[in-house]
């Protein structure tokens, strides 16, 4: 009877590491992709307006900021600095977005990595990590 429960226990095992290094196989065969889709991955936006026109990459760090020539004839510096600033959070915040949607595609649904780039939340990043180490798994 034991015998068989352990033949049960090594079978569930196996399933279960098939599975995980299924997944592994997955997500280190994509990664060059990753990368190179994460190094050319560009976000646009413009101002309301269209006066302000920001680029950003995949970490939404800025790339370029163009200005129209029409902003200057109100000569406003507060309104144009105001408008900048709102223009590149946007594109950022967009291509925080689509980072995440791009790295879901490649990682375990519920992937702690996942989330991170949605909260930030180095804690819970590292929270599974410390739960396995503790648990010596």
Same mark, same amino acid.
């Given at each position: ?13 196996? =399933? #279960? ?35 302000? =026109?920001?680029?950003?990459?995949? #970490?939404?760090?800025?790339?370029? @900021?163009? @200005? $129209? *020539? ?25 291509? =925080?977005?689509?980072? #995440? ?6 990682? *375990? *649904?519920? $992937? *702690? ?18 739960? @396995?180490? $503790?648990?010596?798994?």
């Amino acid at each position: 009877m034991a015998e068989s429960a352990d033949r049960d226990a090594n079978r569930a095992l196996r =399933t #279960r590491f098939d599975e995980v290094y299924g997944q592994y196989q997955r997500l280190r065969s994509g990664l060059e992709e990753l990368q190179s889709k994460l190094a050319e991955l560009r976000v646009t936006e413009r101002s309301d307006d269209g006066q302000v =026109t920001a680029v950003v990459g995949a #970490r939404g760090e800025l790339i370029t @900021v163009e @200005v $129209s *020539p029409a902003v200057f004839h109100d000569r406003d510096a507060r309104a144009l600095s105001r408008k900048i600033t709102e223009t590149v959070l946007r594109a950022s915040a967009s291509a =925080t977005t689509a980072t #995440r949607e791009l790295v879901a595609g490649y990682l *375990p *649904p519920g $992937s *702690p990595s996942v989330e991170f780039l949605h909260t930030h939340d180095f804690g819970a990043l590292l929270g599974r990590a410390d739960a @396995v180490l $503790s648990r010596g798994d």
